[in-house]
């Protein structure tokens, strides 16, 4: 059983991160001609919603949002199941030649941001891939880093990092549990 350390960061303080991150991804890309946002299944998707959401807000252009499942493209998909299924992307739009920010709420290891561009890899050849996520909690295992970070939190292995972000939870807030 996991034992509440923290609130790392409350609802307002996710509202700020997540609207800094889509003022760096406007002026990164100067502006938002040929960007596509793709959330990771679970909680990246709200993220990434909210994300275009500001985008839209700041410069009144609606940019494509779709979901990545990248459960099929796991390196541990043997300890998940004997008889996987890939599902299909769920966007209607072309990544070829985009410039694709992907989202996720924690970067930890790396390993699904790994799975999550292998699978834009199979689809498609995007122009650049960035990567936008809520909070790095460090622990890499892959040379991955994130080019927009809502908030860098130090934690040790045995800590967990839990985002509560609707539809899903009840609330939006960042959590620490030992």
């Known amino acids: 059983m996991s034992l509440y350390k923290a609130t790392i960061m409350d609802e307002p303080a996710v509202s700020r991160a997540l609207k800094r991150i889509s003022h760096e991804i406007l002026e990164k890309n100067s502006g938002s001609d040929n960007l596509c946002i793709i959330g990771v299944k679970r909680r990246g998707i709200p993220i990434a919603e909210k994300i275009a959401e500001n985008i839209f807000q700041i410069e009144n252009a609606q940019i494509p949002c779709g979901v990545l499942d990248i459960t099929f493209y796991r390196d541990d998909l043997s300890l998940i199941s004997k008889d996987p299924v890939a599902k299909p992307p769920e966007f209607d739009f072309e990544v070829n030649g985009k ?79 030992e």
């Open 99 to 177: 410039t694709i920010i992907l989202v996720d709420d924690v970067l930890y290891t790396g390993r699904t941001v790994r799975a999550a561009m292998e699978a834009i890899m199979a689809i498609g050849r995007p122009a650049s891939i960035q990567l936008a996520v809520l909070v790095d909690r460090g622990h890499r295992e892959l040379p991955i880093r994130g080019d927009y970070v809502g908030k860098n939190v130090p934690t040790s292995k045995s800590e967990r990092i839990a985002v509560n972000f609707p539809p899903f939870d009840d609330r939006i807030s960042v959590e620490l549990f």
